[in-house]
């Protein structure tokens, strides 16, 4: 028998804990380019090791549809991983507290478009899922000689509603 967590909307002190939302909302923090570029700045804290580097990759990622079941979680103990959409459709961002190494009670947020996320290094995170298509996203991790990921199979799964 599954588990029912609902998804929430997407805010910045509600995520904290996990990570940082990368958006443009809000007055930018500077205008650039004479005046005709608006700079949100540092908005997200990367996190590469010592070790490793930022690489930009490019994910096409299958869309899924709610209710979703919850039976993995994975995290990255290395470095930070961000994912930033390539269009305005609106995704489910999963995520966990540590308990000692292993996941929490995970919580549910949906963004609103063109919201993106970063993850901090270690935390525990669903796969990525798109609720429509195309499910491009921009990923910007950790590239380095550990296979920076743990996985974590949920012996009794959850369901994530609206």
């Known amino acids: 028998m599954s588990r029912v967590i609902k998804a929430e909307p997407l805010t910045a002190d509600a995520f904290a ?14 205008m650039i380019n004479g005046g005709m570029c608006g700079r949100y700045h540092d908005i997200a804290t990367l996190d590469f090791g010592p070790e490793g580097r930022a690489g930009i990759s490019v994910f096409n990622a299958q869309a899924r549809s709610l209710p979703y079941t919850l039976d993995l979680l994975e995290r ?14 609106p995704f489910l961002v999963i995520v966990a507290p540590d308990e000692g190494d292993a996941p929490g009670t ?9 919201q993106g996320i970063n993850f901090f290094r270690g935390t525990w995170h669903g796969v990525l899922t798109p609720l429509a298509t195309p499910g491009i996203f921009a990923v910007i991790d950790r590239i380095g000689n550990t296979a920076n990921l743990d996985e974590f199979v949920l012996d009794r799964p959850y369901m994530v509603t609206t």
Do not use: E, W
């Open 17 to 30: 804990p996990f990570g940082d939302i990368v958006d443009a909302s809000g007055d930018p923090d500077k």
């Open 76 to 89: 990255h103990p290395d470095g930070s991983q961000a994912f930033i959409p390539m269009s305005a459709a």
């Open 106 to 114: 995970p919580r549910a947020f949906l963004t609103a478009p063109y």
